[in-house]
């Protein structure tokens, strides 16, 4: 028998019209939104590694998106773009999807670059150095990121505990970078709650006194008795409803920097971040680096129980949130992360 290999061709083109018609690819997803604001409050902090590796790495244009991304002074800031429109995205705290929800405006939180805050309060050794216990810190100036930010909220959880309140110390916007450092230099501030690369600087010069850390899990879960959500990718649920696929290309190019970063060693690191960010000091950011990898999510899931412990702890300081009513389950979703592990694994 001939064999017609005209009818053939033609007959398994008709067949993969009729599969493709009731199956789409999975490839073929919009994204509804491929140009993005993304706002973040210090951008060359350890404490959001994952999104300048996710930047620089090109991970976010092999998504098929084109971000912008704006650098404000602290978390605080950043979320003002958000709200004030300015921003579509933030790269920022988790607890700041809980403050919200009190305040009545629901923004979710969707992937996690931290599962440690990182975030150190220390005091100065030139303007404290017979420091002995947060009493001490009564009425004196801690210099934060930004007043609102996750550094504030850090301190004042730490005053708390030791018997103060927020309101009996000057918090004082510094940023997180030079600004920050010569703040304590001059004796401008009597402490600071800050982050890495910053933090370890000013310990290799011997010019501060760690007095609460949280740079591992080990000091995290000692400070706030259980895994604390930290920098997360947070939206507005406007965003989240109106852009599902953006939404997961966001995801992806996350996790695919976070399971990057998990293999990549101190040279790689190095060259994948913006020279300015190493402070002119390569091997103290290497040192800075290995001292908060294990903070870094390895693959972006929200820790069960994370959230709460992230509520308790502002509920300790902040009245308002003591008082409000939160639903925890509508600040933040692990189910775009579960897509994009899947993909990656």
């Not at 919200?100 to 030139?126: C, W």
């Not at 510094?174 to 402490?191: E, L, N, Y």
């Amino acid at each position: 028998m001939k064999i017609s290999w005209k009818k053939i061709a033609i007959a398994f083109g008709l067949f993969l019209f009729g599969y493709f018609s009731f199956n789409p690819p999975s490839f073929a997803q919009t994204i509804e939104k491929p140009k993005l604001a993304i706002a973040v409050g210090g951008k060359n902090l350890l404490y959001y590694l994952p999104l300048t590796i996710a930047e620089q790495l090109g991970y976010f244009k092999d998504e098929g998106l084109q971000v912008e991304i704006s650098d404000f002074a602290g978390g605080a800031k950043a979320l003002q773009a958000l709200v004030g429109g300015s921003a579509d995205v933030v790269s920022g705290a988790f607890e700041h999807t809980i403050n919200m929800q009190a305040k009545g405006q629901h923004i979710r939180a969707f992937v996690l670059q931290g599962r440690a805050p990182q975030i150190v309060l220390a005091v100065s050794n030139k303007t404290m150095p017979g420091y002995k216990t947060v009493a001490d810190l009564k009425g004196k100036k801690i210099g934060v990121s930004a007043p609102g930010s996750s550094t504030s909220m850090m301190a004042s959880f730490v005053l708390a505990k030791g018997g103060l309140k927020p309101g009996d110390v000057s918090f004082i916007g510094v940023g997180t970078s030079a600004g920050a450092i010569s703040a304590i230099r001059s004796g401008q501030i009597d402490a600071i709650a800050n982050l890495d690369p910053l933090i370890t600087m000013l310990q290799e010069h011997d010019e501060i006194k760690v007095v609460s850390d949280t740079r591992t899990l080990k000091d995290t879960n000692e400070v706030f008795g259980g895994p604390m959500p930290a920098a997360t990718l947070y939206a507005s649920e406007d965003f989240i409803r109106k852009y599902p696929n953006t939404t997961q290309a966001l995801t992806n190019a996350m996790v695919r920097a976070l399971r990057w970063l998990q293999k990549a060693g101190p040279s790689d690191i190095v060259k994948a971040v913006p020279e300015s960010y190493l402070l002119g000091d390569r091997a103290l950011y290497i040192d800075a680096f290995n001292k908060v990898k294990e903070a870094i999510s390895p693959d972006g899931q929200f820790p069960e129980g994370g959230p709460a412990v992230a509520l308790k702890t502002l509920q300790a300081f902040e009245p308002e949130i003591a008082a409000a009513k939160i639903d925890l389950s509508q600040t933040y979703t692990n189910e775009f992360v579960k897509k994009a592990d899947a993909k990656y694994k």
